[in-house]
């Protein structure tokens, strides 16, 4: 792999950064930055800036509305959208049900949702967990009965994140009880303002309102609003998790906290020097700086062979376990860095503009919420224990 980037692609990352430094709103950088609470209309705003620009899509193909670019490309402008602290792009829209849409949809599906997709009129949620059924994905229990034009769907959904923004939801729903698990199942588009869905907040360790339970009682979604062909949702639905698994590695987030945990441990003072000249801590960070290098060489090969659109594969649970691990790490030693001052967790700080004591409180009173709720990153998109099992079955052959 050529490691060296094309005078073109350097021109190309000069280009994002001078509309990140003209565009971003400096409101909602802070924010990011400082682990501050989104609301929804920072990410529409956002999303906006990024419409207008034409950029909304990195992944898209043009012919799609997208902007066509390299594999090399996108992982460019997603790196300087973090270091910069841009928004993280909400992916069940662009990079998660866009995907299944362009893949299997109809025609009329994909001329309807994509362009609203593009735009940022629709904020979808993923529909996939139920209690009982998470890593066991293919024995969810939440049915739909057709009843000529209409599917009625009952059941619960469960680890929803932002289901409380979404406009859609993309749901795996059991179309058939009497086939073997994988072979009963339907994907299904799912208008949120649908009578008969609630949302129930789940609050996390950290207290905020992230995640969520969906109940659906009665609730009568079109057939046409079916992906694909009936009780084939299960080839769907590993066709997207594999697309999620690879954006999920978080590479240039995980670049700007590397860049933050040295700032930190050049500050903090560990028995009377800088913790940084502790030989110890040091090498925790060396360790974790050649994990991300080597997710990143992994990533950009997994992203050329994506090239053409098809399905990421195996290789996916790779990125997937190895990305939450970095994330992990990276929240747990910028806490050994802080010290004491990791202990106290304030919620009120996760409010922009929030000035607290004691001094200098404001910049790291989220440092804990942030560590607890990276805890989930090991469990989400498949846990890494399923993940794990992929990889040796798959990749290893065993």
């Known amino acids: 792999m050529n490691l060296e980037y094309s005078p073109a692609e350097l021109e190309f990352r000069a280009a994002v ?25 920072d990410w529409q705003r956002w999303t906006q800036i990024l419409h207008e620009k034409g950029w909304s899509a990195p992944s898209w193909p043009r012919e799609a509305g997208g902007p066509g670019w390299s594999t090399i490309e ?16 909400i992916a069940f829209g662009v990079r998660m049900v866009a995907p299944v849409i362009m893949a299997f949809g109809s ?31 293919a024995s969810l229990k939440t049915r739909a009965e057709r009843r000529g034009d209409t599917y009625v769907v009952n059941g619960q959904k469960t680890w929803n994140t932002l289901g409380h923004f979404a406009d859609w939801i993309f749901c795996l729903v059991r179309t058939d009880a009497e086939s073997k698990p994988q072979a009963g199942i339907s994907f299904l588009l799912i208008d949120m303002r649908t009578p008969g869905i609630t949302v129930r907040p789940i609050p996390l360790l950290d207290g905020e309102h992230e995640v969520n339970e969906v109940w659906f009682d009665n ?41 933050k945990l040295k700032e930190l441990a050049a500050r903090a003072i560990s028995d009377g020097k800088p913790l940084v000249t502790d030989g110890r801590f040091r090498d925790r960070i060396a360790e974790v700086e050649i994990d991300l290098l080597a997710l990143e060489f992994t990533v950009l090969r997994v992203l050329k062979e994506d090239g053409s659109q098809s399905n990421p594969g195996p290789e996916s649970s790779l990125l997937k376990v190895r990305g939450s691990q970095i994330q992990q790490t990276l929240a747990e030693l910028k806490m050994q ?22 001094d200098g409180a404001a910049e790291w009173a989220a440092f804990s919420g942030r560590y607890f709720n990276m805890r989930k990153t090991s469990i989400y998109s498949g846990s890494n224990e399923i993940q794990r099992n992929i990889i040796a079955q798959r990749i290893l052959g065993l």
């Open 17 to 41: 950064r001078a509309f990140l430094r003209e565009r971003l709103p400096p409101d909602i950088s802070a924010k990011v930055l400082g682990f501050k609470r989104l609301l929804r209309e």
């Open 74 to 89: 996108q992982h460019i402008f997603d790196e300087e959208c973090a270091a910069a602290g841009a928004p993280p792009m």
């Open 107 to 137: 025609r009329e599906q994909q001329q309807y949702f994509l362009p609203r997709i593009l735009s940022g009129e629709h904020w979808w949620c993923q529909g996939y967990s139920e209690p009982g059924s998470g890593s066991d994905l």
């Open 219 to 259: 609730v009568e979604v079109p057939v046409a609003n079916r992906v694909g062909d009936e009780n084939k949702g299960w080839t769907y639905a590993k066709y997207l998790l594999a697309h999620e698994r690879v954006n999920i590695a978080q590479l240039g987030q995980s670049k700007r906290e590397l860049k």
């Open 337 to 358: 860095a802080l010290g004491h001052y990791a202990l106290p967790w304030i919620p009120e700080a996760l409010d922009a503009g929030w000035q607290g004591e004691p």
